[in-house]
């Protein structure tokens, strides 16, 4: 069942039924003011860090689902109704939300009146901008009351939720004409307030939630609102709000446009002030006034569009196939840049307290993001590389806002340290600027320790190599990529954390046969890059531990018909045909086979089939078989899990994409194209009411075979499935990959595929890429031409600006 469409022209997916399986949002801003909107208008707003300069209130995992958000009620006669139709619920004549690249429109309509609110955060601006467009349609004039709804949160939404005994008495507003200004704690230690303004004069207002709401009362029935009037309240503690209160009369057919807008501002030390106790509005006043008609908004909504297409350009696909195009073209690059932004913090699966930027996180999500916009991802990595230690281990988080690391959700993952090779050659792929290895970076933020950004990628490196264990295996520390394999912790207590629990690795010899694989794909990556530069005694040292891996896994790490996962503290197999739950692993298969290791000997194909018979399922594939039906003290988290969900036999979506490039080492291109359209969210949109999450973005996870209900998604947009989905299919799928010298063409794609065109801008110049198959191969490029040349080999170099055309022959060389 469908909740909505597609509209590609627009890149927008219009939901036409309002009670979606559960909310569907979207995210507005895309650098310092965001927004969170679900398609009823539910959400927040944060400025930078969702923790800690938290704009409005959310009350998470509410009754009903989504309270709280930025409303509008209208009251005509005595229907009160809302355009989002949340939260009155009051049936509409007409409902639309059109979720788009960083804006959302929502539309009702009842009894002929017409309500359209636009909703989006200007490029450059510390405000989200609404604009409502009011319709009458009927035959007669119309009379109604219209009121505007923002809850203020006390800035840190952590304690917002708490610290209830302190909140309650700290409250303190401003109303200024038709600009409502919440200045809690600005007379102390705060430099910033936020307001909400509209671009008219208003007939009342309120901001103290008890008057507004009535203590009693639920969202949908606002006291004032029933009474059909404001009362002028002005917060003295509680809970401070803003509304808007305006009389309306529109003549048959006249459209009536208002703009609101919800900002933020920041104040020097010695500007905070207009007056005694009286706020500088000055910065607040030039915001609106850059959005004080309608004509100013569309104006910036024009901007933001042309920013997108901008960004949307630089690798188009046309494969014929409506579904892929829209994820390679809109919804998968439009989700990258949003986990690019968000790390894991604020979602409607994440609080936005609990965590920050991760690590790892970040590294990843950079590859789906680097091209977009490469100067970002630049500024990103040496934001993380700050936060390392000297020894090549990592924090596991840090806070955006303060840039600094922290260990709040634990520490010592020992695979932390390698993705900061995947981060930085990624970037170097795709700019061809080594300038950045040059660049000073700090440990743990401390200047006077810094080295290059180069000396990062070594230590980054030896962190495994100093790390390794009784089989010349990685140590694994508190866990590896996969957070809830903690096989040093032992933990007992159900009032500690997994994550943070003391991590006994002293004695330990837990190993991670996950490390080792991504160690041989990127230690590798770190060889190439020494070669590269110059570096041939590091290449060559390098190179040494990356062949010694590769035999240690071949050696200890091979259970007979598939890669290992693990040996746990005492020395014992995990993953292996021996264990009687938990025998095979798709992370260590992932990446030994992405590798390569024991390709000659068969191994990876027989690693790969394994996965596909143990694991594979007709949702995607599982973590792991058989899934852990007791917990396991020396596993740890994994086993807590009911069977079939997140790290215990859910479909991690995460990690499908490394068996699909697993595959495409094989050349199996069917193969991985059927992994690909098994989780790729525009192929489930028929069975969104079982998917339940938004089909237009990736969730973290789906219910595995062994769940209650296989098939269901939870915790969709801020999972590092983006940026791995969209580097499979670009990269390793339509295999056009960025490389130092130029785009390596490789595809490998269903037998069946007949062409498929891409262009790509790369380093300044335009390629036309259009790839014929007339052999029907999976793989295998046959003859390569640019501008009717032949090339040999197959990467086409780095050109100056400029159109070029490519053709690409897939065939078997003759
Ligand atoms: C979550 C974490 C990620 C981790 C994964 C598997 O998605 O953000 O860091 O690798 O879970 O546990
Ligand atoms: C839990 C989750 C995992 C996440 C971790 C860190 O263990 O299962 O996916 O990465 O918490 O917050």
Redesign the pocket.
């Known amino acids: 069942m469908k909740f909505g469409f597609f509209d590609d022209a627009n890149r927008e997916y219009v939901i036409t039924n309002p009670a979606t399986p559960w909310p569907w949002i979207n995210y507005l801003g895309n650098t310092d003011f965001f927004s969170l909107i679900s398609n009823t208008a539910g959400g927040y707003s944060f400025f930078k860090d969702a923790k800690f300069r938290r704009i409005t209130r959310y009350r998470y995992n509410n009754v009903p689902m989504d309270e709280g958000g930025r409303y509008f009620y209208i009251k005509e006669g005595d229907t009160i109704w809302s355009p989002g139709w949340k939260p009155c619920k009051t049936p509409l004549d007409v409902y639309e939300c059109r979720h788009g690249m960083n804006y959302t429109k929502i539309k009702g309509e009842k009894d002929g009146l017409t309500a359209e609110a636009l909703f989006f955060v200007p490029l450059n601006t510390h405000a989200e901008v609404q604009k409502l467009s009011l319709t009458n349609n009927s035959e007669s004039t119309k009379k109604f009351k219209l009121f505007s709804f923002a809850e203020w949160a006390l800035w840190n939404a952590a304690t917002d939720m708490e610290n209830f005994q302190r909140n309650f008495s700290t409250g303190e507003v401003e109303v200024d004409g038709s600009v409502l200004y919440h200045k809690t704690e600005y007379k102390e230690r705060r430099d910033h307030y936020a307001y909400y303004s509209v671009n008219t004069e208003i007939n009342g207002f309120d901001t103290d939630r008890e008057t507004f709401m009535g203590l009693y009362n639920g969202f949908h029935e606002p006291q004032a609102v029933l009474d059909g009037a404001s009362k002028q309240s002005v917060a003295h503690g509680w809970s401070p709000i803003a509304s808007h209160y305006l009389e309306i009369e529109l003549q048959p057919g006249e459209t009536k446009d208002l703009v609101f807008v919800l900002g933020y501002v920041e104040n020097k030390e010695d500007e905070k002030w207009e007056s005694k106790g009286v706020i500088n509005k000055t910065k607040a006043k030039a915001t609106i006034a850059n959005f004080d008609t309608a004509e100013k908004v569309d104006a910036a909504l024009a901007e933001l569009k042309a920013y997108w297409d901008d960004l949307l350009s630089v690798y188009t696909l046309d494969s014929g196939d409506e579904k892929l195009d829209r994820m390679v073209n809109i919804w998968n690059q439009y989700q990258c840049m949003i986990t690019f932004n968000f790390s894991?913090s604020a979602s409607f699966f994440e609080s936005g307290i609990?965590?920050g930027m991760g690590f790892r996180d970040s590294n990843q999500d950079l590859v789906g993001f680097v091209h977009q916009i490469p100067e970002r991802a630049r500024e990103r990595i040496i934001d993380i590389a700050s936060t390392q230690f000297p020894d090549g281990g990592c924090y596991h988080q840090y806070q955006p806002l303060t840039k600094r690391g922290n260990n709040d959700?634990?520490g010592g993952f020992n695979d932390d340290p390698m993705w900061l090779i995947l981060g930085v050659v990624s970037y170097i792929k795709e700019t061809g600027d080594f300038s950045i290895l040059d660049e000073l970076v700090p440990f743990d933020n401390d200047e006077s320790l810094a080295k290059t950004m180069f000396n990062h990628l070594t230590v980054s490196f030896d962190h495994v190599v100093n790390n390794l264990g009784p089989h010349g295996l990685p140590l694994i520390g508190r866990a590896d990529w996969n957070?809830?394999l903690n096989l040093n912790c032992f933990s007992n207590d159900p009032n500690e954390s997994?994550?943070t629990t003391e991590n006994k690795t002293e004695g330990s010899k837990a190993e991670s046969l996950m490390i080792a694989g991504l160690f041989v794909v990127y230690g590798s990556d770190y060889v190439e890059l020494c070669e590269k530069v110059g570096k041939q005694e590091e290449a060559k040292r390098a190179r040494k531990h990356v062949k010694n891996m590769v035999e240690a896994v071949k050696q200890h790490g091979w259970d007979g018909e598939w890669f290992l996962r693990a040996y746990d503290y005492f020395g014992n197999k995990i993953g292996s045909n021996d264990n009687e739950e938990g025998k095979i692993f798709i992370e260590s298969n992932g990446w030994c086979t992405m590798a390569g290791i024991g390709l000659e000997e068969g191994m990876v194909e027989k690693a790969l089939d394994s996965v596909k018979e143990r694991l594979d399922c007709e949702y995607g594939i599982v973590l792991n078989n058989p899934a852990f039906t007791k917990y396991y003290i020396e596993y740890g988290?994994i086993s807590s899990?009911p069977a079939g969900y997140?790290?215990n036999a859910g479909i991690?979506c995460h990690n499908n994409p490394w068996i699909m490039i697993g595959e495409t080492v094989l050349g199996r291109g069917d193969q991985a194209w059927e992994y690909y359209k098994k989780i790729c969210p525009a192929y489930l949109e028929d069975i969104s009411d079982l998917h339940k999450t938004e089909p237009y973005v990736y969730s973290?996870m789906i219910a595995g075979k062994d769940a209650a209900k296989p098939g269901e998604a939870k915790n969709s947009w801020l999972t590092g499935t983006a940026a791995w989905n969209y580097l499979t299919i670009t990269q390793h799928i339509l295999g056009i990959r960025t490389h130092y010298d130029g785009l390596i063409i490789d595809p490998c794609i269903p037998v069946g595929w007949k062409e498929f065109k891409v262009t790509r801008k790369f380093r300044g110049a335009s390629f036309e890429i259009e790839v014929s198959n007339p052999e029907g191969v999976s793989k295998g490029v046959k003859q390569l031409f640019m501008n009717d040349q032949a090339i040999e080999g197959s990467m086409i170099p780095v050109m100056p600006e400029g159109k070029y055309r490519v053709k690409v022959i897939l065939g078997t060389s003759t």
Request: proline share 0%; net charge neutral; charged share 40%.
């Open positions: 894991r609990g965590r959700i634990g957070d809830c997994f994550q988290e899990y997140k790290e991690f973290q």
